[in-house]
């Protein structure tokens, strides 16, 4: 790990921990927006405390209706140039609903380093790290890729099990994979920890559409974990393929493979703001609060859970 990251990863930790403590406040409330707008005040107030020029590369979208750390907002005192993408709330909705799996979550890395994606939907295919390279490919149709996938593991297609988002965009694709008998795990919201999931023996892969930001913060998830993901883009107007020029995007396209999202070194912060298969949410426990947070960096593959107490 580079030696200014050294010095400061406990204290960009606290950027997760603060905004999970500010949106938990907003447990089952009912209330995205206020929920979202703490989450991203209390990381925005931590991160601008650091001593570096860090750069919002994936930030808060315009979907959410709330108070953005928008892209190309720089945050910190000044000092080594570094790429942040943050999620100040994974799943807004969750935590709206009083249910699990709610993060907070930020990646750092060099600068240059992060895929600059805006903020769009992207069709997205992850799977663990006991694979040959590039066996998946969204070119393929869906039920390609479980072959290939069950190929890989030498095990039947109907042995597989896959993450989806359950939305109406994806019905189509979850009855084409039931088809073939393979299991459909459905998912409200979350899919960050989901692609995670497939790093941890919680599914083979993970498969459709959500946010651009999402993907590249799953990728950096896998970075540093292990594990592969291939991306594309979704423009559904003009505006949007307007957006994605202004951005740098040349070929709508494209897949976009892991070592093109995160193309160096990254530490991977998650912390929980409610209890998930993952890591436990914000507790309070005689008048105090407690956390619990992963740190895990691509360079030595190490991953570490720590809890927290104020």
């Given at each position: 790990?580079?030696?200014?990251?050294k010095t400061i990863i406990f204290d960009i930790t606290q950027a997760t921990i603060a905004a999970s403590i500010a949106s938990h406040s907003f447990f089952g409330l009912g209330d995205e927006k206020a929920a979202?707008?703490?989450?991203?005040?209390?990381?925005?107030?931590?991160?601008?405390?650091?001593?570096?020029?860090?750069?919002?590369?994936?930030?808060?979208?315009?979907?959410?209706?709330?108070?953005?750390?928008?892209?190309?907002?720089?945050?910190?005192?000044?000092?080594?140039?570094?790429?942040?993408?943050?999620?100040?709330?994974?799943?807004?909705?969750?935590?709206?609903?009083?249910?699990?799996?709610?993060?907070?979550?930020?990646?750092?890395?060099?600068?240059?380093?992060?895929?600059?994606?805006?903020?769009?939907?992207?069709?997205?295919?992850?799977?663990?790290?006991?694979?040959?390279?590039?066996?998946?490919?969204?070119?393929?149709?869906?039920?390609?890729?479980?072959?290939?996938?069950?190929?890989?593991?030498?095990?039947?297609?109907?042995?597989?099990?896959?993450?989806?988002?359950?939305?109406?965009?994806?019905?189509?694709?979850?009855?084409?994979?039931?088809?073939?008998?393979?299991?459909?795990?459905?998912?409200?919201?979350?899919?960050?920890?989901?692609?995670?999931?497939?790093?941890?023996?919680?599914?083979?892969?993970?498969?459709?559409?959500?946010?651009?930001?999402?993907?590249?913060?799953?990728?950096?998830?896998?970075?540093?974990?292990?594990?592969?993901?291939?991306?594309?883009?979704?423009?559904?107007?003009?505006?949007?393929?307007?957006?994605?020029?202004?951005?740098?995007?040349?070929?709508?396209?494209?897949?976009?493979?892991?070592?093109?999202?995160?193309?160096?070194?990254?530490?991977?912060?998650?912390?929980?703001?409610?209890?998930?298969?993952?890591?436990?949410?914000?507790?309070?426990?005689?008048?105090r609060i407690s956390t619990e947070s992963m740190i895990a960096y691509s360079g030595d593959k190490s991953l570490r859970k720590i809890t927290n107490s104020v």
């Amino acid at each position: 790990m580079p030696d200014y990251l050294k010095t400061i990863i406990f204290d960009i930790t606290q950027a997760t921990i603060a905004a999970s403590i500010a949106s938990h406040s907003f447990f089952g409330l009912g209330d995205e927006k206020a929920a979202d707008e703490a989450a991203v005040e209390a990381m925005r107030k931590v991160l601008n405390k650091l001593p570096v020029s860090g750069k919002i590369v994936i930030g808060e979208g315009e979907r959410d209706v709330a108070p953005m750390l928008y892209i190309g907002e720089i945050l910190g005192l000044g000092g080594v140039k570094i790429d942040i993408a943050v999620d100040p709330l994974e799943g807004t909705t969750i935590l709206a609903k009083g249910a699990n799996d709610a993060l907070s979550v930020i990646a750092v890395s060099n600068a240059g380093d992060l895929l600059h994606a805006p903020d769009l939907y992207m069709d997205k295919i992850a799977i663990g790290f006991d694979f040959s390279e590039r066996i998946i490919d969204l070119d393929n149709t869906p039920i390609q890729n479980l072959k290939n996938i069950a190929s890989a593991k030498r095990s039947s297609i109907e042995d597989l099990s896959v993450i989806i988002l359950n939305r109406p965009r994806h019905e189509e694709l979850i009855a084409k994979i039931r088809e073939s008998n393979v299991n459909v795990i459905l998912i409200d919201d979350g899919d960050i920890a989901a692609v995670i999931g497939t790093t941890m023996g919680r599914a083979d892969a993970y498969m459709g559409i959500g946010g651009a930001p999402e993907g590249v913060l799953a990728a950096a998830a896998l970075k540093t974990m292990g594990g592969q993901i291939c991306t594309r883009l979704i423009t559904r107007n003009n505006l949007e393929e307007e957006r994605a020029k202004k951005m740098g995007v040349t070929d709508l396209k494209k897949q976009y493979y892991l070592e093109e999202m995160v193309k160096g070194d990254v530490v991977f912060i998650a912390t929980g703001v409610t209890d998930g298969w993952m890591l436990k949410g914000v507790k309070y426990i005689n008048s105090r609060i407690s956390t619990e947070s992963m740190i895990a960096y691509s360079g030595d593959k190490s991953l570490r859970k720590i809890t927290n107490s104020v």
